[in-house]
């Protein structure tokens, strides 16, 4: 029954049909299915199939757009149901897009999933330049810098800003997180990042892993 209920919000979303897509992620809760499998086993599976879509060109950059509309949506009801607690603050995360990405499907996701598993997060946004992550870092002391980049051309940027931070000798005071369809580990490696997350709930996981294992929330 479970996966016949994921398997119908996995088309919904597809079909970008906002409406049965909440109605459908509604029918999910109402049977207990936890919210991480209703997003990995249903929504996400969408979102894959959107994207092929959009390589084969039957989609188009509006399309995008409502789908991230459609997941700002849902991930509005699924957020209060995520196990951790509001009121527990595991650390502050600062997110961004960089420089000359305007792509924030994915990182829009990964910003709801941290705030529902109990981070503190900040969004920069979309087309974030380097020194606008090197401003919000010095203001907020955040204990994570996650930053998505979804095309080749602008993977560099990722490389500049950890370049930035270490120019200025803060490197070392936060954890850096990368991702994005174009991001792998061998990349999140060569430039100097700490963690390279396939998607948002490994995003999740691995944040709440670290600050266990590190012993360390910010103030």
Not at 133 to 146: H, R, T, V, W, Y
Request: hydrophobic share 40%; net charge negative; proline share 2%.
């Amino acid at each position: 029954m479970d996966q016949k209920i994921l398997e119908k919000i996995s088309l919904q979303m597809e079909s970008l049909d906002i409406n049965g897509t909440l109605e459908e992620v509604k029918k999910a809760l109402d049977a207990k299915i936890p919210p991480f499998e209703i997003l990995k086993h249903g929504l996400s599976l969408g979102m894959d199939r959107i994207g092929e879509r959009y390589e084969r060109r039957e989609y188009f950059l509006s399309e995008l757009a409502l789908a991230s509309h459609i997941m700002k949506e849902v991930m509005g009801l699924l957020t209060p149901h995520f196990e951790a607690s509001k009121e527990e603050h595991l650390g502050k995360f600062l997110i961004g897009t960089v420089k000359g990405d305007l792509h924030d499907i994915g990182k829009n996701i990964v910003s709801m999933m941290l705030t529902g598993a109990g981070f503190e997060v900040f969004d920069l946004g979309i087309d974030v330049p380097d020194e606008r992550f090197l401003q919000k870092i010095l203001e907020i002391k955040p204990d994570f810098l996650g930053m998505s980049s979804l095309l080749t051309t602008t993977m560099l940027s990722m490389k500049s800003v950890i370049q930035l931070l270490e120019d200025q000798r803060i490197r070392d005071k936060l954890t850096i997180f990368v991702g994005g369809a174009v991001v792998t580990q061998s990349f999140a490696d060569e430039i100097g990042a700490d963690c390279y997350a396939k998607d948002a709930m490994e995003c999740t996981q691995k944040a709440k892993n670290w600050i266990r294992t590190m012993g360390k929330v910010s103030s």
